[in-house]
């Protein structure tokens, strides 16, 4: 299972950082993922983070380059998601999900963990 | 990258079956035969239906199917029930472990 936590109210401008736990299965055999989904609104895929293995490198959606930043720690069992320069529109559910063993494709995502930016 | 174009609403009575369509471009879903589904109650995280445009995970049911054209995927609910009363998002990659969502459909039974 995936859960997120850091879920917290910000003001804008603020700094956070989320982490998502991973449990079950081998974490560092499998990329990552960040999805939002605004109150009301639809999903937004954020960021991406490959498995080790296949480098570990990073992409990032042109909503949030430059501003959030995804990382993992395998020896944990983390995948983080760094966001800074908060806007009041980053209020949202912030989930982590996990790639499938076969790409390009989401099959776990944990619950979820509520941002809210505002002053 | 804009979102997928899907449908506000759809709408099915019991037993009957309902199509969603999910319109992108060339650089997503014209491109790519990497276009996933995915079912979302009120209160719930998104749950995977579909994958590789028309594979199913372990455990979903058969009535949930996919296809596609150029650059439309469909989504189809045969032998609508209850419990398919829900949100629904499509999915495509848009390049190396670049994705792009739908604006989501609600089906209503």
């Known amino acids: 299972q995936l859960i997120e936590r850091g879920g917290d109210l910000v003001q804008p401008g603020g700094s956070l950082r989320l982490s998502c736990s991973a449990s079950g299965f081998t974490f560092g055999d499998y990329s990552m993922t960040w999805v939002r989904q605004a109150p009301g609104k639809g999903l937004e895929w954020l960021n991406f983070?490959?498995?080790?293995?296949?480098?570990?490198?990073?992409e990032d959606a042109a909503s949030v380059k430059g501003r959030f930043s995804i990382a993992r720690d395998d020896s944990k069992g983390i995948v983080y998601l760094q966001m800074n320069s908060l806007r009041v529109e980053d209020t949202a559910i912030y989930y982590c999900?996990?790639?499938?063993?076969?790409?390009?494709?989401?099959?776990?995502w944990g619950p979820g963990t509520l941002v809210t930016v505002s002053s | 990258q804009s979102a997928l174009t899907q449908p506000p609403s759809a709408s099915g009575s019991l037993g009957q079956s309902v199509t969603i369509s999910c319109t992108g471009t060339?650089?997503?879903?014209?491109?790519?035969?990497?276009v996933s589904w995915y079912q979302q109650h009120p209160g719930r995280p998104p749950k995977l239906i579909i994958f590789g445009i028309n594979r199913r995970p372990s455990g979903v049911p058969d009535r949930f199917s996919g296809s596609k054209s150029g650059n439309t995927a469909s989504l189809t609910v045969s032998g609508l029930q209850a419990e398919d009363e829900a949100d629904y998002y499509c999915?495509?990659?848009?390049?190396?472990?670049?994705?792009?969502f739908g604006t989501g459909t609600t089906v209503t039974v």
């Open positions: 060339s650089n997503d879903i014209g491109n790519y035969d990497y």
């Open positions: 983070i490959r498995r080790e293995s296949y480098g570990g490198t990073t």
């Open positions: 999900s996990r790639e499938a063993d076969s790409g390009w494709h989401f099959d776990l």
């Open positions: 999915s495509s990659t848009v390049g190396p472990n670049n994705y792009v």
